[in-house]
């Protein structure tokens, strides 16, 4: 019989997942999970986790399933700033954030249209493309199961035609204040 032990496994993968982020040059951020109206607490719980686990700050933070989060986005807003960390400005967002400009969840647009977003993206802005990738599961009852798999290839294309239009592509290290 063989044993894993959970915690040592995830250790290593965000062991692994820090060493890559440093290589690569790739931002790292904190998907928030918040579940009380109590979120700033539940913020810096999950903060002081993420940098216990990953031995840095995240390079930004933004809300996990933020279309049903109720509260204040400008406090957590306020959150980061005081911590130096980027913040996904969302709509209901009304204070100065280190932020891209506009996010765009490429998951739910097809190849075309994402082409034609980017193409009226204005000079000396900063963009986001989302892209949920993954691989099919077919235990997973995720709604964006089969959407995952498609963004590998959606993010291949549009890597591919970002180059070719000479685009910069940055992250969220760039942004920070």
Not at 62 to 70: A, E, G, R, T, V
Not at 132 to 148: A, C, F, M, Q, W
Request: with cysteine; hydrophobic share 35%; net charge neutral.
């Amino acid at each position: 019989m063989r044993s894993v032990s959970p915690n040592l496994f995830c250790l290593q993968k965000f062991y692994r997942t820090a060493i890559i982020s440093k290589e690569k040059d790739i931002s790292i951020g904190l998907h928030l999970e918040l579940s009380s109206t109590n979120y700033i607490d539940e913020a810096e719980k999950q903060f002081f986790l993420f940098e216990n686990y990953f031995g840095f700050s995240p390079d930004y933070i933004d809300i996990h399933k933020s279309s049903c989060f109720k509260g204040d986005y400008d406090l957590l807003a306020e959150y980061c700033n005081l911590q130096c960390v980027a913040f996904r400005k969302y709509p209901l967002t009304t204070k100065a954030v280190a932020s891209p400009t506009l996010s765009i969840l490429a998951t739910s647009v097809g190849k075309e249209e994402l082409e034609r977003r980017i193409k009226n993206f204005e000079e000396n802005k900063i963009y986001e493309i989302i892209f949920h990738i993954g691989v099919y599961d077919p235990d997973s009852k995720s709604t964006l199961n089969r959407e995952r798999e498609l963004d590998i290839i959606k993010l291949q294309y549009v890597y591919q035609w970002i180059k070719e239009e000479r685009m910069i592509i940055v992250n969220y290290k760039n942004l920070r204040k």
